[in-house]
């Protein structure tokens, strides 16, 4: 593994400054003193791994990320556990999807135990970042882009790896309990064969004039629907999502190339298992959805990814109906299996399955 050197810190910021900025934390506007970048040279490999301080990145007007949007990036938080350690959820399973997406967009793969390790780094540099269990937790963004100056159209041979992290509270204003989706009849987020799958800036671009359009309709996210038929549910603009059925049964949309293959979605699985649910993946109507809210056959939907774990949908809307899930406020299912999930990353249940890696 690549040894990392660290460069100073200028000017660090003071335990004073850094409370006032964390006495009240929003999501992914307040940011940590450093920040950790490795490069790549094709036949050279990944070279030169830094642990320094925070700073804006020099990049040629004719980088290719500019011009043809090679770049990928990874989402994952640190948790402050009770015995005032640091740990971070499945990195191992974000590194995985890392080359997952670099294949997907011909860049180079980084070796998972360097993903890791760059992690541990930041982590470590910047331990007292991390808020209390009660407050918040430390947002990783590690990502990666084409650093190479030229205008051809053709895999880059230079690369920027980095990772910045970010101390959050809770994603949605005011801790809501339930959100309110718009559901897009006019735009989609993937097509099949397309990037859905991967996870790279163009997905979330695309998704942020509907975005625009649910705000404007009093929404909080948006939700796609296939590309094909314009029929079958696929996820949010930033999140899988789920549905639990009167006899037990929670339905998620199967994985098709153009969903993206959520983390928390997949550790939802065992977690739901464990509590004596069923879940299963397939194909689920917008039609039929609508048809189940009003008949009472749902009984519940919430959307899931790591930067709001868990969140129950409370009304859904679009120009072809609106309707409310439930009574409105989320469900028992999504309380039950965000408490045992969030109990994991908090170090408040048993890790059975061996999801947490200590970080600091």
């Not at 200028?10 to 929003?26: D, I, K, Q």
């Not at 290719?64 to 499945?90: C, N, T, W």
């Not at 190479?148 to 992290?165: D, Q, S, T, W």
Request: charged letters at 20%; glycine letters at 10%; proline letters at 6%.
């Amino acid at each position: 593994m690549l040894e990392f050197t660290t460069s100073p810190l200028p000017n660090p910021t003071s335990p004073e400054e850094r409370a006032a900025a964390m006495a009240s934390l929003g999501f992914g506007t307040l940011f940590t003193d450093h920040m950790v970048t490795i490069r790549y040279t094709e036949g050279q490999g990944w070279h030169d791994a830094v642990l320094g301080p925070r700073q804006p990145i020099p990049l040629d007007p004719a980088a290719a990320v500019l011009h043809y949007a090679q770049e990928i990036f990874e989402g994952l938080k640190a948790y402050r556990m009770p015995d005032g350690s640091v740990a971070s959820f499945r990195p191992q399973a974000n590194a995985a999807r890392f080359n997952q997406s670099a294949t997907r967009l011909a860049m180079p793969h980084l070796p998972e135990e360097l993903f890791v390790e760059s992690i541990r780094q930041l982590v470590a540099a910047d331990a007292a970042w991390v808020p209390d269990a009660d407050k918040g937790s430390l947002y990783l963004r590690p990502f990666m882009f084409a650093s190479e100056a030229f205008l051809g159209v053709r895999p880059a041979r230079e690369y920027i790896y980095c990772v910045i992290a970010s101390p959050v509270g809770g994603y949605f204003k005011g801790g809501k309990s339930t959100v309110t989706l718009w559901v897009s009849h006019d735009y989609v987020r993937a097509v099949p064969g397309g990037t859905g799958a991967a996870k790279c800036g163009g997905n979330y671009a695309a998704s942020l004039q509907p975005q625009a359009q649910g705000i404007a309709q009093g929404c909080d996210q948006v939700l796609f629907l296939d590309a094909v038929e314009r029929k079958w549910v696929e996820e949010l603009g930033g999140m899988n999502v789920m549905f639990v059925f009167n006899d037990g049964t929670i339905v998620t949309p199967p994985l098709n190339g153009s969903i993206l293959p959520g983390i928390t979605r997949e550790s939802l699985s065992a977690v739901a298992a464990e509590a004596g649910y069923t879940l299963k993946e397939q194909p689920y109507s917008f039609d039929q959805w609508q048809e189940d809210a009003k008949n009472g056959r749902l009984k519940e939907a919430f959307a899931c990814g790591t930067a709001a774990v868990i969140t129950s949908i409370g009304e859904v809307r679009s120009t072809h109906g609106n309707f409310v899930i439930g009574n409105g406020d989320g469900g028992e299912v999504a309380r039950t299996l965000r408490e045992a999930l969030v109990g994991i990353q908090l170090g408040k249940r048993p890790d059975t399955h061996g999801w947490m890696t200590t970080l600091a």
